[in-house]
């Protein structure tokens, strides 16, 4: 099938924490269904129906292998061809994907967000725009502690722990250096009102033209 013309995908990555899905979903929110799509990288975390809980919960969660980019990739080139796809859905409190599925139908501009977004050259030059959100690690890690507490059935001590041992090194190896192949850094995410503007009249001019 030929690839539809009119899709541009907008990938926003940043830090845990930063503030990238805040930001996605104001800008998905402010248009309809039949005109922005969201995907997101973190359903598509790989299964991980052979271990215990206590096993997945040891797993380093911010490595590009922990991904199956594959098949979100396969997913991107699917909708960019104008075809619906089920999207997995994670469940943090297991540390695995739920049984669950959304279905994403494709429209003419899809908005994907994840940490290690542009981590990985497949997914990165699938990708017409780049933002990375920029937000120090000190307000990051206190967004991410209140979150996992609040969200992600978390103790503060898991938190800590898994913030020194992979989530830290991690960014430090592949998330921040991955900011140099965005087009735009915003600083602070969802709540910068200037930039969610420019990136809402963006999508208006290409739906405009779509
Ligand atoms: N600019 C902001 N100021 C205060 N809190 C924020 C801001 N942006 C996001 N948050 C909060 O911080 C937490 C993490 O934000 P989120 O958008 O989920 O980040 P990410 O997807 O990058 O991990 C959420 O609870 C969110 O409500
Ligand atoms: N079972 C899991 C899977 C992922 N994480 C963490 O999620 C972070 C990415 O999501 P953000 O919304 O914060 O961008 C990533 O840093 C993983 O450590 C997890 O804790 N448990």
Redesign the pocket.
């Known amino acids: 099938m030929a690839e539809a013309k009119n899709t541009i995908l907008i990938g926003i990555a940043?830090g845990?924490?930063?503030?990238?899905?805040?930001l996605a979903d104001k800008v998905v929110d402010s248009f309809g269904r039949d005109e922005v799509s969201i995907l997101r990288h973190d359903n598509y975390y790989k299964r991980h129906d052979e271990m215990n809980y206590e096993d997945r919960s040891k797993l380093n969660y911010d490595h590009p292998d922990a991904f199956d980019t594959e098949l979100l990739c396969e997913h991107i080139k699917e909708l960019k061809k104008g075809k619906a796809i089920q999207m997995p859905v994670y469940d943090y409190t297991i540390h695995n994907r739920s049984d669950k599925t959304i279905l994403v139908e494709p429209a003419p501009v899809i908005v994907l967000?994840g940490i290690l977004i542009f981590a990985e050259p497949s997914l990165c030059e699938l990708m017409d725009i780049r933002v990375f959100?920029d937000t120090d690690a000190d307000v990051r890690i206190l967004?991410r502690i209140?979150?996992d507490v609040k969200d992600r059935g978390r103790s503060l001590d898991s938190v800590i722990n898994q913030y020194l041992t992979t989530v830290k090194p991690m960014h430090e190896q592949f998330v921040e250096p991955s900011k140099r192949r965005a087009d735009i850094i915003i600083p602070?995410?969802?709540?910068n009102a200037v930039a969610l503007e420019m990136l809402i009249q963006r999508v208006r001019k290409h739906l405009e033209e779509a």
């Open positions: 940043g845990t924490g930063s503030g990238k899905t805040t967000e959100v967004r209140v979150r602070e995410g969802g709540e």
